[in-house]
Structures are given as structure tokens and as C-alpha cells.
């Protein structure tokens, strides 16, 4: 049974940094392409960054480009966000997504795209 586990979430001031990770468990993680996305209250579940399975490429929203940084280890099956100059605007809860079955390099950013979601970890930024 997959199972993708965020953490890292917590409340920091604007301007600070945080660090979200998922572990992902239960299917082995060699072709899986894997993304963060974040939804705020009253807002649809938007993409915040992505990364193929191989680690070679990544994509970013617009609104987070330079600020925050995905990477992934594979042989620890984890994945990573980086969030540094952190905005009020970047509150959300953010869920790691996985998408199996891949060999064609891409990273997705539609959340139709991805098999397998986490429960999910609260970003809080004060002003």
C-alpha cells in the first residue's frame, strides 16, 4: 500500500525558511515522478513545484520560482521543498503527490496528473 508521509510544516514569520519533506513508502520509488502542490482555504489545489523521477527536471510556479527549491533522494525515498523568503501569501496546507509509472523524464503540474496524494502538512506565515 503507497504511502506518501509530509512533515516540516509549521508556523514561521515572513522572510524565514522551511523545509518539507515526503517520505514515500509501500512501491518502489525508481519511476515514480513526484510533486508538491498547496491549497489555501477557499482556493483550488494548485502546483507548487515538480520533479521527474530521475531528478533532471523540474518545474516551479511562477509565484514561487527562486524561493523555493524540489529535490529527491531516491535511495532514502524522499522527496523535498525548500521554502526560503517565505510570504504570507505561501499559507496553505501542502501535499506531496506521486505519479507511477515513469520513464519519459517529465515533471506534471496538474493534479489529474499524479496517482497517489498525502494527507498533507499546514504552512503558516505571519505577517
Known amino acids: 500500500q503507497v504511502q506518501l508521509v509530509e512533515s516540516g510544516g509549521g508556523l514561521v514569520q515572513a522572510g524565514g525558511s522551511l523545509r518539507l519533506s515526503c517520505a514515500h513508502s509501500?512501491?518502489?520509488?525508481?519511476?515514480?515522478?513526484m510533486g508538491w502542490f498547496r491549497q489555501a482555504p477557499g482556493k483550488e489545489r494548485e502546483l507548487v513545484a515538480a520533479?521527474?523521477?530521475?531528478?533532471?527536471?523540474?518545474t516551479y510556479a511562477d509565484s514561487v520560482k527562486g524561493r523555493f527549491t524540489i529535490s529527491r533522494d531516491s535511495a532514502k525515498n524522499t522527496v523535498w521543498l525548500q521554502m526560503n523568503s517565505l510570504k504570507p501569501e505561501d499559507t496553505a496546507v501542502y501535499y506531496c503527490?506521486?505519479?507511477?509509472?515513469?520513464?519519459?523524464?517529465?515533471?506534471?503540474?496538474?493534479?489529474?496528473?499524479?496517482?497517489?496524494w498525502g494527507q498533507g502538512t499546514q504552512v503558516t506565515i505571519s505577517s
Open positions: 503527490a506521486a505519479r507511477y509509472g515513469e520513464w519519459s523524464g517529465r515533471s506534471y503540474s496538474r493534479v489529474d496528473e499524479y496517482h497517489y
Open positions: 509501500g512501491r518502489t520509488f525508481s519511476n515514480v515522478a
Open positions: 520533479i521527474s523521477w530521475s531528478g533532471s527536471t523540474t
